[in-house]
């Protein structure tokens, strides 16, 4: 059986909270200690108040003096599983195509579902995990990760079981998301109907029959499926008893984060071009707003959302990586977190919140992780920094000492 694992002394510790119907706030103690036991969190509070019954058992201690202790981030929006990159894309968008332009001439989305269709489930595996290593190594313990580049019923199922795997082999933890909706393949272009029927009748229901996915996702765009399309798919994954998420107001504004809101999604997700009646709708239907500044960073554009009229109207903002090979390669939260606060105003503090307790509300895991409280999972990151501002302040680099992951300390 594993000792107890005891970190004391931390200079400052981090605990997000959530509370219903509000952005949520993070309490910071000082001097503060987290006691875990096997892999979960058993006590948290000042070091000099640590029950004195914990030191008494054969302990494994970390001394965290002069570090900050906060829980694990939780990127609750990547596309992880891909075969192939796309640095010929970023050279046409140096010189001025835009992402839109390369879509419709048949690359982005479409260039990495010919190269997906290619790989085997263990070439796909092979090639995921250093990127989960990546995520890991920059303090994220759980990440939601989206199919979409298999876009035919063998590979979309490939790339869940590819997802199915790694969660079993992984230390970090995935929550898997079925985007058979991403784009239409090449082999539909005139079909587009064919295809939406193939998502709704075949691929949803066998999705959910072998409970690959947890949330099933679209990609609303006028370019990709309409609000109705869109509507339609949703509305047969939440039939199948998937929950539902939507790409939405990315590239332009539409209603498709408020058709998603009224269905009873639980995120919509980019919403850079939402306008104040999105965000009402937002409000009304309880639905987690997950920014992606990344993306709008990658892409060299300029329309980021509009996280303070989101938080100010007291929505629980969640902000995430979209990691994926085509409109964001960044893997790494702090970057984020430092994208958000220089472009979008968010404040340091706002960043902890919406990369850890709002993002585990954003994949229904708020009772599980996203904090540092007595009965979550022991997913901790000590940092080898002062305080909590300097995480996104020290922009491009992440000083972090040990990540204990599920109370094992994988990192010294
Ligand atoms: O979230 N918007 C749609 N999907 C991804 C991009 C995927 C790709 O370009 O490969 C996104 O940005
Ligand atoms: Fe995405």
């Known amino acids: 059986m594993k000792n107890p694992l005891i970190i004391k002394h931390a ?3 981090l605990c ?15 001097d503060g200690a987290v006691v875990c036991r096997k892999d979960i969190i058993v006590w948290v509070g ?20 002069n570090k900050l202790v906060a829980p694990g981030f939780v990127d609750c929006h990547t596309h992880p599983i891909f075969s192939g990159t796309r640095e010929h894309e970023f050279v046409m968008r140096c010189q001025g195509k835009s992402y839109r332009e390369i879509a419709e001439a048949g690359g982005g989305i479409r260039y990495s579902v010919r190269m997906l269709r290619t790989a085997s489930e263990e070439e796909l595996l092979i090639d995921a995990i ?4 990546r995520f890991l190594s920059t303090g994220t313990t759980t990440i ?6 298999g876009l035919s019923i063998d590979n979309e199922i490939k790339m869940l079981r590819v997802i199915r795997k790694l969660n079993e082999i992984h230390p970090i933890d995935i929550v898997p998301t079925f985007l058979g909706a991403h784009e239409l393949p090449d082999e539909y272009r005139d079909r587009r109907r064919d295809y939406i029927d193939l998502v709704i009748h075949e691929m949803i229901p066998m999705v959910a029959e072998e409970k690959l996915a947890v949330f099933c996702d679209v990609f609303c765009e006028d370019h ?18 998937l929950k539902i998420k939507i790409h939405a107001d990315q590239l332009t504004s539409s209603h498709g984060a408020a058709m998603a809101a009224s269905l009873g999604a639980v995120s919509a997700d980019h919403l850079d071009y939402s306008d104040s009646n999105t965000v009402e709708q937002l409000k009304q239907h309880g639905v987690i707003p997950v920014l992606l500044p990344g993306a709008v960073f990658f892409l060299g554009l300029s329309h980021y959302a509009n996280a303070r009229s989101m938080i100010d109207s007291q929505l629980p903002v969640a902000i995430a990586t979209d990691f994926n090979p085509g409109s964001c390669t960044i893997q790494s939260m702090p970057l984020i977190a430092s994208i958000s ?18 993002a585990a509300k954003s994949v229904c895991l708020e009772q599980k992780i996203g904090s540092l409280s007595v009965n979550k999972q022991a997913d901790i990151i000590i940092w080898d920094i002062p305080n909590e501002n300097f995480m996104p302040y020290s922009f491009g680099n992440t000083s972090i000492d040990n990540v204990v992951k599920n109370g094992d300390l994988l990192k010294t």
């Not at 000042?46 to 003096?65: F, G, H, L």
């Not at 250093?130 to 290593?133: H, I």
């Open 16 to 30: 997000p909270t959530d509370f219903h119907g509000g952005f949520g706030q993070l309490d910071i103690i000082e």
């Open 11 to 13: 200079q400052k510790l």
């Open 341 to 358: 606060c220089i472009y979008m105003h968010m404040t340091p503090t706002e960043t902890w919140i919406a990369s850890t307790i709002n």
């Open 144 to 149: 939601e990760a989206k199919s979409g580049y």
């Open 224 to 241: 990709v499926f309409t609000v109705n399309e869109s509507e339609e798919i949703l509305q047969a994954a939440l039939n199948a008893g």
């Open 46 to 65: 000042k070091t000099s108040d640590i029950p004195p019954d914990y030191e008494n058992e054969n302990c494994q201690v970390i001394n965290a003096s």
């Open 130 to 133: 250093p990127r989960l290593n």
